[in-house]
């Protein structure tokens, strides 16, 4: 009974292992210029917005939280080295999800959204296959816009394919107490983010 016993232990031991999600320790986050640290990033355009080094915590409300310069230069990394393997891991993640399709008025698909608990949704923006998922929808370029970090929003490439819904997002963005960017990102494959509008006034 002894052997079968531990055996049974090593089992269950094993499949909590697979079942118990790893954190999250390369994410490039959306955020306002204001909230940045030493290692941000300044994105193509951007006036608002900068990229910075996160990782998820699991005693930090927001799920998640921003590399202490001390924490940083223990990962023995470049931030370049840091943001290139955070492209990776996002990529990684955006393949689980599936957006949610929104349809106008005249039927069409208008927008595409990924949303929900999770803080991670708005550091899908450095996902490199975004673009690709869109590209028979909307085309070879699309705009996508994250005003908090629950949701990251998809558009065709036009500016009056996003006008009729700038108010909401602008909202989201000046109301929640985690918000990532007021600036929409245009995307091309094989290319990064550029800013080409915005949809709030500047902080």
Same mark, same amino acid.
């Given at each position: 009974?002894?052997?079968?016993?531990?055996?049974?232990?090593?089992?269950?031991?094993?499949?909590?292992?697979?079942?118990?999600?790893?954190?999250?320790?390369?994410?490039?986050?959306?955020?306002?210029?204001?909230?940045?640290?030493?290692?941000?990033?300044?994105?193509?355009?951007?006036?608002?917005?900068?990229?910075?080094?996160?990782?998820?915590?699991?005693?930090?409300?927001?799920?998640?939280?921003?590399?202490?310069?001390? &924490?940083?230069?223990?990962?023995?990394?470049?931030?370049?080295?840091? !943001? %290139?393997?955070?492209?990776?891991? /996002?990529? *990684?993640?955006?393949?689980?999800?599936?957006?949610?399709?929104?349809?106008?008025?005249?039927?069409?698909?208008?927008?595409?959204?990924?949303?929900?608990?999770?803080?991670?949704?708005?550091?899908?923006?450095?996902?490199?296959?975004?673009?690709?998922?869109?590209?028979?929808?909307?085309?070879?370029?699309?705009?996508?816009?994250?005003?908090?970090?629950?949701?990251?929003?998809?558009?065709?490439?036009?500016?009056?394919?996003?006008?009729?819904?700038? &108010?909401?997002?602008?909202?989201?963005?000046?109301?929640?107490?985690? !918000? %990532?960017?007021?600036?929409?990102? /245009?995307? *091309?494959?094989?290319?990064?983010?550029?800013?080409?509008?915005?949809?709030?006034?500047?902080?």
């Amino acid at each position: 009974m002894r052997p079968l016993f531990c055996l049974l232990l090593l089992a269950a031991n094993a499949l909590h292992a697979q079942t118990e999600r790893k954190l999250e320790t390369l994410l490039l986050m959306p955020e306002p210029k204001a909230m940045r640290s030493a290692y941000s990033i300044t994105p193509a355009g951007a006036k608002t917005t900068v990229l910075t080094p996160y990782r998820e915590s699991a005693v930090s409300p927001s799920g998640i939280e921003p590399y202490s310069q001390e &924490a940083f230069s223990k990962l023995g990394m470049s931030i370049e080295t840091f !943001a %290139a393997r955070a492209k990776t891991a /996002a990529d *990684k993640r955006l393949i689980q999800l599936k957006p949610e399709l929104i349809k106008g008025d005249d039927g069409r698909i208008a927008y595409a959204v990924y949303r929900g608990e999770s803080p991670l949704f708005a550091t899908l923006l450095v996902a490199p296959s975004l673009p690709k998922i869109f590209e028979e929808l909307f085309g070879k370029e699309i705009w996508v816009a994250m005003p908090d970090r629950h949701a990251l929003y998809v558009f065709p490439a036009r500016e009056e394919a996003f006008h009729e819904f700038a &108010a909401d997002l602008a909202e989201r963005y000046t109301t929640d107490a985690y !918000a %990532a960017s007021c600036e929409v990102f /245009a995307i *091309k494959v094989g290319s990064e983010p550029k800013v080409v509008a915005t949809f709030a006034g500047e902080e």
